[in-house]
């Protein structure tokens, strides 16, 4: 497996998935998460409706896979990160749950190069630093690792884009 590092927005990314930071609801919501729903068309929408009447609402820490509607990637992984609420090790555990689920579901649906956004660092408030380390530790020890050729971080804002740097070099 290879990881790469880009900044910008991901929902131009050509990758076989890109893993959305979505809530439980699965009916969209701001940051990356609108701008996923509002670039790809209503076939997203439509998947995450018919997956919420299945299933239910998506737990944090959980992944569910739909089209990309319009979108250049084939798939999106839509993911719930953790609302940050002070230094817990639930918090870090569900991020890196994020993480690992979204993998695995990439492996099942023969996915080979994957692009992740910043989970929870946004509206959800997670601390840039700590979800860098997590991010990075979490995909670097994936079990199954040899079974994705490809990690893309993309890094939508500058200081997630410096941390990633200093974690990955160029
Ligand atoms: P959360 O609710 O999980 O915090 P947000 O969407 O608010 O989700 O933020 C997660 C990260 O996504 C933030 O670091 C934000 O800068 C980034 N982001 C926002 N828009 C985009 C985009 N179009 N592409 C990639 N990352 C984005």
Redesign the pocket.
């Known amino acids: 497996m290879t990881i790469e590092l880009i900044k910008?927005?991901?929902?131009t990314i050509k990758a076989d998935a890109i893993v959305n930071?979505?809530?439980s609801s699965l009916l969209g919501?701001?940051?990356?998460?609108?701008?996923?729903h509002r670039k790809g068309g209503k076939a997203i929408l439509a998947a995450c409706v018919a997956i919420r009447n299945k299933q239910g609402q998506c737990k944090t820490g959980n992944a569910v896979i739909t089209t990309a509607g319009n979108l250049p990637a084939k798939y999106v992984i839509h993911t719930v990160?953790p609302?940050w609420t002070g230094e817990s090790e639930q918090n870090s555990a569900l991020l890196a749950d994020c993480y690992r689920n979204s993998l695995i579901l990439a492996i099942e649906n023969d996915v080979k190069i994957i692009a992740f956004?910043?989970?929870?660092?946004?509206?959800?408030?997670?601390p840039?630093d700590k979800a860098a380390d997590i991010a990075i530790n979490t995909v670097n020890n994936f079990a199954q690792k040899e079974r994705i050729e490809k990690v893309i971080f993309?890094?939508?804002?500058e200081e997630?884009y410096d941390l990633y740097l200093q974690r990955l070099g160029r």
């Open positions: 910008g927005d991901i929902t930071a979505a809530n919501g701001g940051g990356v998460d609108g701008a996923i990160g609302v956004p910043n989970i929870s660092t946004g509206i959800y408030h997670f840039k993309v890094c939508f804002d997630n």
